[in-house]
């Protein structure tokens, strides 16, 4: 043999006896080999649960989504390349030209960017319910609409759903219905067990968890509709890199801890800034004052370490200044890692079936694994540029007698 061929020979690639490691093995391909002719020929029938080809499954990827289908309490999960793409993916394996898509007008707003201009390019029609609709979405429904979606708590906005009125009124229509479960993750929701035919996640955020890897996953308990969503994956040539998938099963290893952390850390924040005079409310559905809260005490099992804030409307010019002289707040998107972001949403996001009444500024909060005593006290320093500015000392006097 060659020196040129012997660089070219294939290590047997499983584990070699007496070394056994505590975490899964990266196995990378884009080409599957198989023994014979005939075994290539017949490749396609591993298609949605072994080994054809590299972009539609790796060992990695497997294990993954195997682990995320059990927390889940679903039956198979599919990953692709993003929790935008769950989305998509999750839409267009359900509905075609002239079919109907019901969104909360709270959706995660690309979805809304997607419906407007690419949906409607499709033929696919969208339509925006106010989030609190409940049961009364029965009146929106019809046998065009092949699908609704629901997200609770809704972004920025963080509006609870009434999601066990709406799959029964879906159900008794034929529609069908996927949450975007990404706030609460697999841990703090179970979606599959309230009647939701997808469970979707932005593992980007908490499964992924330090920040460093973008990806998504569906999970289903229907084989019919997992056998769908793995054929429309493939005529979008949807993949994930295995290296990826070995960063997510290690961020699930500790996904429970670090959802501890934050939502005891954010909890103790939301609460400091609701008795803030600068802060109108304070939008977090695990505080009482949440118009949500009793809803989501009945169907979650918990919180993260998400919420939003509104600011009263005259620290609009200072609020800029007040995010920016913050040390342990990175300024930025997403959310849901182990360092604590802020996001200042101003004017506030797009709605166009219901209205934002409140005036002032938006601030989304996603707090992270410092300790909450640094978070509290970087807090405190910032917001004394606003107590200097503070117009009218009009409202502390009153909130301390409510
Ligand atoms: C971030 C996010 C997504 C999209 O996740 P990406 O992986 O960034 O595409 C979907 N839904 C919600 C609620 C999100 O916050």
Known sequence: MHDDTRCLQIDDATAPSGFQSLSFPVFRGSTVVFPT???????????????????????????????????????????VPSGL??????????????DQVLLPDSVYDPVRTLSDNFLSFLGIQVGYYDPLIGGEIGALLDDRVKLVLVESPGSATMEIQDMAAI????????????????WATPLRFKPLD???????????????????????????????????????????????????????????????????????????????LGDRPEVVNVLHPALPSHPGHELWQR????????????????????????????????????????????????????????????QGPLVRFSIGLEHVDDLLADLERAFRLLEAEMVQPLTPSIRQGI
């Open 299 to 358: 169907d979650f099992l918990g919180s993260s370490g998400l919420f939003s804030v509104i600011l009263q409307p005259w620290t609009r010019s200072h609020v800029a200044a007040v995010i920016e002289s913050l040390e342990f707040f990175s300024i930025g998107a997403s959310w849901g890692g182990t360092k604590s972001i802020v996001a200042v949403m101003d004017p506030p996001p797009v709605r166009t079936a219901t209205r934002i009444t409140e």
């Open 85 to 98: 793409a769950a989305i998509v993916l999750t839409i267009l394996a359900v509905a075609k030209a002239g």
């Open 167 to 182: 799959v029964s009124a879906a159900r008794a229509n034929g529609s069908r219905v996927a949450a975007d479960n990404t």
């Open 37 to 79: 002719v005939e075994a290539y020929q017949r490749r396609r029938e591993f298609f949605y649960d072994g080994y054809s080809y590299g972009l539609y499954g790796t060992p990695t990827s497997r294990a993954l989504e195997a682990r995320i289908a059990s927390l889940e309490n679903g039956a198979t999960s599919h990953v």
């Open 194 to 272: 309230m009647g939701i035919d997808f469970s979707i996640c932005a593992i980007s955020k908490y499964l992924g968890g330090h920040s460093d890897v973008l990806m998504g996953s569906v999970t289903v308990r229907d084989e019919v509709l997992y056998r769908r969503l793995r054929d429309v994956s493939r005529y979008l040539g949807y993949g994930v890199s295995p290296e990826d998938c070995s960063l997510v099963l290690r961020g699930i290893e500790t996904l429970s801890v670090r959802l501890d952390r934050s939502e005891a850390n954010a909890l103790a924040v939301a609460r400091w």
